[in-house]
């Protein structure tokens, strides 16, 4: 009881690098059940950019504790390419605006032939 | 518990409260303003991990300008007539769960039983490099990795001349119904 | 915060009385406004409650207080409600963070029966290692008010206002960020502290491997003298961040009511009166640290004054405290000269039209802003071969 007790302890006093990633798997599970559950395209795009947000925080993680500052140039070129395909995935989106005055998915399923 | 502990417990709680957010409430504005929320969080992280010009960037970038783009669109759309927010259907929203917290659940396992990652010990590597670590950044961004640096500014030009030309297609956003 | 509870204490203090200095410079700010503007447009302005009128702000707060708090039909309560609270938010934690003074160090004293040893207190909130990053950053949640008043406020005009407020807000971003970057080449570092000790002495520079020392001694080797396009846009481009005239579309009477903030009254409009304020302050800090020196003053040097006090027979503490209070006015003079400039231009120029004001900073401040730093890194390049 007592070294599992203190193992639990330890595991919350002596943060390290699983807990980062455990976050970054855990942020990343929620931009997953967001794309799959959700049905407006934008809040799509939203958990699209919570994903590379978690992508961004192991990234960080991994190159601090290995010394490494790659991790930190990986971020730069992943929140790059993340924000442009943010401003073309709205774009989009205006564009189907203007011309259906929605923007959830379902509708779009009748769209056939 | 010391400070760093109690530091990253609080984060990993606000963000991950953020995260929830996002994807749970049905009004989209309050999803985009929680993740604003998520991102100020997320760059509070980046800051423990003393990562600070990152930091300082995903501020900038995120969660002071995609984010407000965010908002700003969907404002213009006003959707007061939100037909669903969520899938429909109980069987397919719960296998689609199930899939997330399996993916979830793997990941975390793999991560508890690889055998690298459980003996690093905190503060054993510090960043040791010669002189300021954002100078570090800098110089091998600009030597190393300089055709990926250039290559993104392209991709930035290119991304730029494609959203004005897609948004000159006719029509407004109101009254034409 | 500080190794021993007596360095937290007085951490924890100084925040707090960070914040209110700025809190409170806003009603002097304010006085200031409705005084010069008078002065500028020949008229009174308020002279009668109070000497000079120095009360009526007193009043009006009194005044703001006891209105009745309420909310429009339509208005979404959570946005409505909490948008005023976030102004303050983002002006306070960049104000933080510019340093106000030299570093006040405390020597190693008796207290309690134990010894607290040497101490150097930072005269600002907080010390940032990558500050100007920091304070870009922080200062670009600012859109996030007008958004949230303009939404939550359940009128049309109100979500106008917001959209093309928020707009300006992010397009001057730029400007503002980009014009700073020269300053940054220049200096080889984001920390403000850093960037003001690099400006003290007179004016000299390594090109081409002679130092050239300006022969007039009192001219300080201040960032205006190395960067003046820069200063130029980045104040133009701090007007527009923190929406004064001449670019306050977003609460432009004429045309939008009162823009964003045209359904909120009493307390709530007072907050974001004090957003608006503080990001001028922050301005003119920023001005201030990196074109003109900081708290420096031209023609001595921190060390220098530092030895002229202790030869007025001050001992070693009270010598260091009398210095950092004597940077401290310094400060405070340059700051309120900048401040003195807002409002003299925004009692001055007509206001810009929606799309003069996009032309104007996507493009003439950029392209000015991109070329201000190619020739700063050309130069640098060259001077330094």
């Known amino acids: 009881m007592d070294s599992v007790s203190s193992e639990g302890l330890s595991l919350i006093t002596n943060v390290g690098l699983n807990h980062y990633l455990v976050l970054s798997t855990a942020l990343f599970c929620l931009g997953l059940i967001g794309v799959l559950l959700r049905r407006n395209a934008i809040v799509m795009l939203m958990s699209i950019e919570l994903m590379l947000n978690a992508v961004n925080i192991s990234f960080i993680a991994f190159g601090k504790y290995n010394n490494n500052i790659d991790g930190q140039i990986m971020v730069f070129f992943v929140m790059t390419i993340a924000a442009a395909e943010a401003a073309v995935g709205l774009a989009l989106a205006v564009s189907i605006f203007k011309r259906f005055k929605e923007v959830n998915i379902r509708f779009f399923e009748h769209l056939r032939g | ?177 | 915060m500080g190794n021993d509870i007596f360095e937290i204490t007085v951490n924890s203090v100084k925040l707090i009385v960070v914040f209110l200095l700025m809190v409170q410079a806003v009603p002097i700010l304010v006085w200031l406004e409705r005084r010069g503007s008078a002065f500028i447009q020949n008229r009174f302005g308020p002279n009668r409650v109070g000497p000079l009128g120095l009360l009526q702000l007193l009043a009006d707060a009194v005044k703001f207080i006891t209105k009745e708090d309420f909310a429009p039909d339509k208005a979404i309560r959570k946005l409505f409600y909490a948008a005023p609270v976030f102004a303050l938010i983002p002006a306070t934690l960049a104000y933080a963070a510019i340093p106000m003074s030299l570093p006040f160090i405390v020597p190693a004293f008796e207290m309690f029966g134990s010894s607290w040893g040497p101490y150097k207190f930072l005269v600002q909130g907080y010390e940032i290692g990558v500050g100007i990053v920091f304070i870009l950053g922080v200062s670009s949640l600012a859109a996030y008010t007008i958004l949230m008043a303009g939404w939550g406020s359940g009128s049309k005009f109100s979500l106008l206002g917001a959209l093309r407020a928020s707009a300006q807000v992010i397009s001057y971003e730029l400007a503002l960020g980009l014009s700073i970057v020269g300053v940054i080449l220049l200096y080889g570092t984001f920390s403000l502290s850093d960037m003001i000790l690099a400006q003290q002495g007179p004016l000299q520079f390594v090109a081409f491997g002679y130092t050239v020392t300006s022969a007039v001694s009192w001219i300080p080797n201040w960032g205006i003298f190395y960067q003046p396009v820069g200063f130029v846009l980045f104040f133009a481009a701090a007007f527009a961040e923190s929406n004064r005239l001449p670019f306050d579309l977003a609460e432009g009477e004429a045309e939008l009511v009162a823009g964003f903030h045209t359904e909120y009254g009493g307390f709530k409009m007072l907050m974001f009166f004090i957003g608006e304020y503080g990001h001028m302050m922050i301005a003119s800090g920023l001005a201030t640290t990196f074109f003109f020196g900081g708290y420096g003053i031209p023609g001595i040097t921190p060390a220098e004054l530092q030895q002229v006090i202790l030869s007025w027979g001050f001992s070693e503490a009270a010598a260091g405290g009398l210095n950092s209070l004597i940077h401290f006015l310094s400060y405070n003079v340059k700051f309120a000269i900048f401040l003195w400039i807002f409002i003299q231009v925004r009692w001055t120029l007509p206001r810009f039209r929606y799309d003069q004001l996009m032309d104007l900073g996507w493009k003439t401040m950029l392209p000015w802003a991109l070329a201000n730093t190619v020739v700063t890194a050309i130069a640098i390049y060259v001077v330094t071969l």
Not at chain 2, 29 to 48: E, G, K, Q, R
Not at chain 2, 49 to 64: D, H, M
Request: aromatic content about 10%; cysteine-free.
């Open chain 2, 1 to 177: 518990m010391t400070a760093d502990a109690f530091l990253f417990w609080f984060l990993a709680i606000t963000t991950i409260a953020g995260g929830i957010t996002v994807v749970s409430v049905a009004n989209p504005i309050y999803a985009a303003l929680s993740l604003a929320f998520t991102m100020v969080s997320v760059a509070a992280v980046f800051v423990t991990l003393e990562a600070y010009f990152v930091a300082g960037v995903q501020l900038i970038v995120y969660a002071g300008a995609v984010m407000v783009l965010f908002v700003m669109v969907l404002m213009l759309f006003d959707l007061k007539h939100e037909l669903e927010a969520f899938a429909r259907g109980k069987v397919s929203g719960a296998i689609k769960l199930l899939t997330a917290g399996l993916l979830g659940g793997l990941l975390i396992g793999a991560i508890a039983y690889s055998p690298e990652g459980s003996k690093i010990a905190v503060g054993a590597n510090q960043v040791a490099v010669a002189g300021d670590p954002t100078k570090n950044l800098g110089y091998r961004l600009f030597t190393q990795h300089i055709f990926a640096f250039e290559a993104l500014g392209v991709l930035l030009l290119v991304i730029a001349v494609g959203a004005v030309a897609l948004s000159r297609s006719k029509g407004g956003t109101h009254g034409q119904r």
